[in-house]
């Protein structure tokens, strides 16, 4: 077969789109043939001719993005890590363009399906490679690409403001220009959009505006407590301790891809199954074989004195790990003891899609005055009712609803014009996720039937000292498939300028999403010190004393500063 490729590429002219391709085939056929008789020259060969295959400008980009994979891929398998380093590089650096904004949603996310995991392999590489920092750098760039591009579009311009006013005017013209296209503008909107973003990045001092983050500011995210990357990947998984002044890596052993799918597998399965054993037994394979070695590596051993400040770890999972509950990992029966091995115990946690969804919530001006509070409720869900009830107590003269009898009625308009008024906003409505099309999920209220609001709708606003979103709405951290991009309804709320999003990772009963939304209401107003991530953390617990089950109190995360 390569013989047969060498031909053909013989008789493609350089430059050709198709140029690519053959060079790809061919440099899969000399890495079966390396694979069969270990002769290195065909390594070597292959390498090349991957490399080759990603110059070739004029191809398909998802074509030069696989072809860097390989080259990647190849090189591992030669032990050739700097070089495996380079080409997973190359394909990580190509998945802004495989996901241009200049296609629709769904073929961005299709796009980039066809490179799942890819920001895990190449953080391994760079581990193996005794680079931490650049593994740091991948993991967060070749993840969340969606994600960031819409936190990128919603950036603070401060800086380019006062030193551009023009140009920054510009950028916010067609930043906005960009939330509101339609399908027939898409392409020019988007050149448009990023030919302002080139201008401004040929600016003295705004090279990287909008750019991914070196691993230096990445670290900057530590400054309230460790960030914890989990990679997992063929190659090797590790942890990746970020702190404020370098990234440590630990090797989580016995943690595989093919490992941890079956783990999330059963622990899912155990939870629809309302197992208890079997979700204490999933809890426990967390704690052992990912958290409990990453607090032991932090010093975190046992459980705060009491009235003292609990130490913050931020998580931010990999692949089929972001479906499952780090926070609550560990043997529940050992609470009691005076090193529990259980994570709510030792720290208080919080989730994040990506690290510049957390330095972005901390630069994000926290709202001053008064809390105002909206409520959006669907009246069917007769835990709705008795969750308003509460917040009408806590709230009282600060309380908006919507959805319930006797109050306006919550269409899609006005939880719109709602939303910027309030600086807190608690949804208790159906949550519909649709697998298919992750930012076409909508929130179940009013007139979703015919007006509904999405996924979409959500990430495109930009509100102003927003604070909290709590979502009682099911699984409304649920990416719903292995994916690298979190595309839900939290990180939705993320998006449009929450700073702090309560979720949940599975549905819950209406009794135990009241008991917990009153526990963690009356955590945040009752104790000024109270953080919505300490409150959230001590409702969990306070729950978990009463005798439940962790189907009950799991599934809540944080995400936020």
């Known amino acids: 077969r390569a013989a047969m490729h060498m031909l053909e590429l013989r008789t493609t002219p350089q430059g050709h789109p198709e140029r690519a391709t053959i060079l790809s085939k061919l440099g899969s056929a000399l890495q079966e043939r390396f694979e069969r008789i270990d002769r290195l020259r065909d390594l070597d060969r292959g390498v090349e001719v991957f490399r080759e295959a990603v110059e070739v400008g004029s191809a398909p980009v998802l074509v030069r993005a696989d072809a860097a994979r390989q080259w990647g891929r190849l ?70 690409v969606l994600f960031s591009q819409v936190l990128d579009v919603h950036t603070d311009l401060s800086n380019l403001a006062d030193a551009h006013p023009p140009l920054a005017e510009a950028f916010v013209r067609w930043r906005d220009e960009f939330d509101r296209h339609v399908a027939a503008d898409q392409r020019r909107v988007a050149a448009e959009f990023e030919r302002v973003l080139s201008e401004i990045r040929a600016l003295p001092g705004f090279k990287e505006f909008l750019a991914p983050r070196p691993v230096k500011d990445l670290m900057s995210a530590a400054a309230e407590g460790p960030v914890v990357l989990i990679n997992v990947a063929p190659l090797r ?13 630990l090797a989580l052993d016995g943690v595989d891809p093919n490992g941890v799918i079956d783990r999330a597998q059963m622990l899912l399965d155990a939870i629809d199954a309302v197992d208890d054993d079997a979700t204490s037994e999933g809890l426990g394979w967390l704690w052992d074989k990912i958290t409990g070695p990453v607090l032991e590596h932090l010093g975190y051993a046992a459980t705060p004195p009491e009235a003292s400040k609990w130490p913050r770890v931020w998580w931010c999972p990999s692949g089929p790990l972001s479906l499952l509950p ?53 009246s069917d869900l ?49 949550y519909a996720a649709n697998p298919a099309n992750p930012s076409a999920s909508i929130l179940g209220f009013g007139d979703y039937r015919t007006e509904p609001l ?43 300028g929450y700073r702090h999003v309560i979720g949940t990772l599975w549905d819950l009963t209406d009794e135990e ?39 009950s109190w799991a599934p809540y995360i944080h995400m936020g500063p």
């Open 382 to 430: 007769p835990g709705a009712a008795q969750a308003t009830d509460t917040l009408r107590h806590l709230f009282a003269g600060r309380l908006d609803v919507l959805g319930l009898p006797g109050t306006p009625a919550a269409t899609r308009n006005a939880v719109l014009a709602a939303l910027s008024a309030h600086t807190w906003v608690h949804f208790a409505c159906h």
């Open 454 to 496: 999405t996924v979409m709708d959500l990430t495109r606003l930009r509100l102003d000292g927003a604070e909290l979103a709590f979502l009682s709405t099911g699984a409304s951290a649920h990416t719903g498939a292995f994916r690298d991009e979190p595309i839900h309804l939290a990180a939705a709320c993320q998006l449009a």
């Open 75 to 144: 090189a591992v398998k030669g032990q050739k890590w700097a070089e495996a380093v380079e080409g997973f590089s190359s394909a990580v650096g190509l998945m802004g363009l495989v996901a241009s904004r200049g296609l629709e949603q769904a073929d961005q996310e299709f796009r980039l399906g066809q490179l799942a995991g890819l920001g895990s392999e190449a953080a391994a590489a760079c581990v193996q490679a005794g680079q931490p920092g650049r593994a740091v750098e991948l993991f967060e760039q070749g993840r969340g």
């Open 237 to 249: 998984s590790d942890a990746l301790i970020l702190t404020t002044d370098r990234v440590d890596v």
């Open 513 to 551: 999403a009241a008991w917990v939304t009153g526990a963690f209401y009356t955590n945040v107003t009752m104790y000024p010190t109270s953080t919505p991530a300490t409150a959230l953390h001590h409702a969990t617990r306070q729950l978990r004393s009463r005798g439940e089950e962790p189907f």
């Open 326 to 378: 780090l926070h609550a990992a560990g043997h529940h029966d050992t609470r009691f003891g005076p090193q529990p091995e259980t994570v709510i115990d030792r720290v208080i946690s919080s989730t994040i899609p990506t690290v510049r969804s957390l330095l972005h919530a901390r630069q994000t001006l926290q709202p001053h005055g008064d809390v105002r509070m909206l409520v959006v409720a669907s």
